[in-house]
């Protein structure tokens, strides 16, 4: 079956930290890969996405490469604010499946 | 304002209570979900419904049962509350089983 599995938390930086969460999965077929962030009392929203293999998602200064090779979806961001404080998720999708396969989520706090 | 409204926000339930959480969304989606989420756990998926007039089990449907009787409204029923259900649970949608997922605010949901 697919799961997702997320380095865990909580992870705790000051401002213009460079962050890296680490995401892995197992998947039958080939995924949609994902990460969602959860801001405080909300639901959760769509940060990126890669559809196929090298693909790179990117928004908000935040970045995510597909790697197949090493089944891997690591988010990263050069310089992290505190208004990027926020709960992290990685997911998956394959086309069989159709739903969302979550991690366990990272929490994350940037100190000013 | 387009999305995925859930009712009621938070909500306190006896043990053995029958309860039914709302959600209606407008963007004319077609396939819906309910999640849990659980601290450590991420979110898991109770039931899903790919087109309207169908519905389906996910990972931890016990104790939970849905219907998908139009495109808007998916509603999920507890039909005896147990706490083992207290959680916050989230509804979401996307236009079909490979696109991505749009969240609702979540329902904080109490079994004492």
């Known amino acids: 079956g697919n799961s997702v599995t997320q380095m865990e938390g909580p992870v705790t930086l000051s401002e213009e930290a460079f962050l890296t969460i680490n995401c892995t999965y197992t998947?039958?077929?080939?995924?949609?890969l994902f990460w969602y962030v959860q801001y405080p009392g909300e639901g959760l929203q769509l940060l990126l996405k890669a559809t196929k293999a090298d693909d790179k998602g990117s928004n908000k200064g935040f970045e995510a490469t597909y790697r197949k090779e090493t089944t891997s979806f690591h988010l990263e961001k050069g310089s992290v604010q505190v208004s990027d404080s926020a709960v992290y998720f990685c997911?998956?999708?394959?086309?069989?499946?159709?739903?969302?396969?979550f991690g366990s989520g990272t929490q994350l706090t940037v100190l000013p | 304002i387009a999305g995925i409204t859930q009712a009621p926000t938070s909500q306190i339930l006896a043990a053995g209570r029958r309860m039914t959480l709302r959600c209606t969304q407008d963007?004319?989606?077609?396939?819906m979900y309910w999640y849990r989420q659980d601290l450590g756990l991420g979110l898991r998926l109770i039931h899903y419904s790919n087109t309207a007039g169908t519905t389906g089990k996910g990972e931890v449907p016990d104790g939970y049962s849905v219907s998908r009787a139009n495109t808007d409204d998916f509603p999920l029923t507890l039909a005896s509350a147990v706490p083992s259900q207290t959680s916050v649970y989230f509804c979401a949608s996307s236009v079909d089983g490979n696109t991505e997922a749009f969240f609702g605010q979540g329902t904080r949901l109490t079994v004492v």
């Open positions: 963007m004319r989606h077609n396939a």
């Open positions: 998947a039958t077929g080939y995924p949609s």
């Open positions: 997911a998956l999708r394959t086309g069989s499946a159709r739903q969302l396969t």
